[in-house]
């Protein structure tokens, strides 16, 4: 069983397209088995029948062979009153055509009845029908009988008639079949959507079957319930991060009339300040899911010179390996804060040695961003780029754990990719790929 769902196809449509097709495979042989047999057979028959009664008219006064007629073919031929019939010695019968004649063992058996001895039947097709009979009474000659009503088409009109029903009833059931799976289809492309943080309009439940409208009422709920929460969460996030700012401005203006005796203090509060206010970006950054600008062609390999010359000042070195790109739709500003995050973790916790590199591959562009520090640990890799988590602690834990979730989202929303690997020479690679249109 399991060899057999192998060669079955895996969408619904196409199933249903060769459940369909198979049905009408089998309704069009049982017909023509049925029209075959109930009525071409006895047809045949018939035909057989009435022409055994003529042969049988031929002998049943005797053939008079004498001198007006020297054979028994020239005899037969003179009793023959029109062209019904036409008589062949084996020399004549072939020089007529007799080798491209099928032979028939039903058609012959039933004329051996009807002649009383065994007989041969064949039957040549071109103008005309030809039906070749080797009759009991003389097996030395053949006798011919054309049937003019019967043309050789080519194509049986049985044939031709079962072909245009069976074209028309599958292009029917290719078109009920695609009728109910355009629901589906774009139901599909409405859940991929949402997966990438886009919540389309309410899709329309007037078209398909009882049960795809039930689950597309449902799908509609469930995407308006997802809309709220995202914008509630979105609400709730944005205010504590506006909120956290107003104290923070306080403590900063406090620290800055500290007396010259708690100068180390300030320092240190100030430090502190610094990265509270570094937190909270990352949570305006990642609550905004960078839906702020339309994608537009831009150009990779500029938005990564833009970034290394703005981290020129950053103690190390930052070296360049750029590849000839296409320009590529993108939101600019999104794609440079990956850059910008990813050279940024590099240069915090690598060993001042930054590489950047950019390439083409088929039919999407990546670049990467590689370091010498530690690496991470292979088993939270995977953890990443959930929001909230330091898998870290070899490097050092710095910030809120939302960078990598900020750059999986940016690159999600690009439907492209991005990978973490520890390098070979130690270190860590992270690499995006996004595709060309």
Do not use: C
């Not at 088995?33 to 057989?48: D, G, M």
């Not at 289809?185 to 398909?208: C, E, F, I, M, N």
């Not at 690009?414 to 690499?431: C, F, I, W, Y």
Request: net charge negative; aromatic share 8%.
């Amino acid at each position: 069983m399991k060899w057999f769902k192998k060669f079955l196809p895996a969408s619904a449509f196409s199933q249903t397209v060769l459940l369909i097709g198979s049905l009408l495979l089998v309704n069009q042989l049982v017909s023509y088995l049925s029209v075959a047999v109930y009525f071409i057979q006895p047809t045949y028959q018939q035909i057989n029948q009435l022409i055994a009664r003529q042969v049988n008219l031929l002998f049943v006064d005797g053939v008079d062979v004498g001198r007006e007629h020297l054979t028994m073919v020239d005899a037969l031929n003179a009793k023959v009153r029109d062209d019904a019939m036409e008589i062949y010695n084996q020399k004549q019968a072939r020089e007529a055509g007799i080798e491209r004649a099928t032979y028939y063992s039903l058609l012959s058996s039933q004329m051996s009845e009807h002649l009383g001895g065994k007989a041969e039947v064949r039957i040549a097709q071109g103008e005309n029908f030809e039906i070749w009979i080797k009759p009991p009474q003389a097996p030395s000659i053949w006798i011919k009988v054309p049937l003019t009503g019967f043309k050789d088409f080519g194509l049986s009109p049985l044939t031709l008639y079962l072909m245009v029903i069976g074209a028309l009833s599958v292009a029917g059931g290719w078109w009920f079949a695609r009728k109910q799976n355009r629901p589906l289809k774009r139901l599909q492309k409405a859940a991929l959507s949402v997966s990438h943080g886009d919540y389309p309009a309410p899709l329309p439940t007037d078209s398909g079957s009882t049960e795809i409208i039930e689950v597309t009422h449902a799908f509609n709920q469930m995407s308006h319930s997802m809309k709220q929460l995202e914008q509630d969460r979105a609400l709730l996030m944005a205010g504590i991060s506006h909120d956290l700012r107003t104290p923070l401005t306080r403590i900063r203006l406090a620290s800055e009339m500290m007396v010259e005796e708690d100068e180390y203090l300030k320092d240190g509060i100030a430090h502190d300040i610094e990265d509270m206010d570094a937190i909270i970006n990352q949570f305006i950054a990642y609550i905004r899911q960078d839906q702020e600008s339309n994608r537009e062609p831009a150009q990779l390999n500029d938005l990564i010179n833009d970034v290394a010359e703005a981290e020129a000042n950053r103690a190390g070195t930052i070296e360049l390996n750029l590849s000839t790109l296409p320009d590529i739709p993108m939101q600019a500003i999104a794609i440079k804060r990956v850059i910008s995050n990813l050279v940024e973790n590099a240069a915090r916790y690598g060993s001042g040695w930054t590489l950047i590199s950019s390439t083409l591959s088929d039919n999407k562009v990546g670049f990467s961003v590689e370091d010498n520090g530690p690496g991470i640990d292979a088993s939270e890799i995977d953890q990443l780029f959930q929001p909230f988590t330091q898998g870290d602690t070899a490097r050092g834990s710095v910030g809120s754990g939302l960078g990598l979730a900020i750059i999986k989202r940016i690159v999600d929303r690009h439907h492209g990719s991005v990978t973490l690997t520890n390098r070979p020479q130690g270190g860590l690679k992270a690499q995006v790929w996004l595709p060309l249109d």
